[in-house]
């Protein structure tokens, strides 16, 4: 089981920044996907942004060009930079942890983005 802990939630304005943080239990060599997603009231979990061990990136639509994931093995820690933030970014953003074989998935428990206006 891959324990994994964010940080860096708050309370912003829009067009303002926040660093989110995701540090996990292992070596995140050892993770094939990290990734973040969110979560907005009475809506369904979606893919914000993941980042492979091999540092290959995607992005949701919505947020390409603003938001930046990012690894360092050192730190076993994954970040997402959140730049240029819209109201509509406004949810609980959850770290996932992915193995393939076996396949497993662990999640953090998550931390609350409010962009007001």
């Known amino acids: 089981q891959v324990r994994l802990v964010e940080s860096g939630g708050g309370l912003v304005q829009a067009g303002g920044s926040l660093r989110l943080s995701c540090a996990a239990s292992?070596?995140?060599?050892?993770?094939?996907?990290m990734g973040w997603y969110r979560q907005a009231p009475g809506k369904q979990r979606e893919l914000v942004a993941a980042?492979?061990?091999?540092?290959?990136?995607n992005y949701a639509d919505s947020v390409k060009g603003r938001f930046t994931i990012s690894r360092d093995n050192a730190k076993n820690t994954v970040y997402l930079q959140m730049n240029s933030l819209k109201p509509e970014d406004t949810a609980v953003y959850y770290c996932?942890?992915?193995?393939?074989?076996?396949?497993?998935?662990?999640w953090g428990q998550g931390t609350q983005v409010t962009v007001s206006s």
């Open positions: 996932n942890a992915t193995l393939d074989n076996p396949w497993r998935s662990s």
């Open positions: 292992i070596s995140i060599f050892s993770i094939d996907a």
């Open positions: 980042i492979t061990s091999g540092s290959s990136t």
